[in-house]
């Protein structure tokens, strides 16, 4: 019997409820901070083609999550997008140690 009660307790505190999921939700303003951040990060890229890319593809990405109702999925995008946030700054790291020393010619038009 004691047994019993014990295992009953601990289920009932593992399942999450619709107010613990919910809390695990990022505000709009989490992400509209992350949009900005992938946003910033891509325009830290020397190469015009992949700072172009890293911006269109922050852009389209959040077209795409624009119509998740789900706080599971909504989650599992804003933790993706973090993720990604991380990878960008690397590599912006990494390409600016080797960045071009001329200008590419969609730089030179716009500039």
Known sequence: MVTRGFLESSERSLSLSPMASAALVPSRAEVLSLFRSLLRTAGKFSDYNVREYAKRRTIDGFRESQTLSEPFSISSAFA????????????????????????????????
């Open 80 to 111: 993706d997008g973090m993720n990604q946030l991380e990878v960008a700054n690397r590599q912006a790291v990494a390409y600016s140690l080797y960045a071009p020393k001329v200008k590419n010619m969609m730089e030179i038009r716009s500039g």
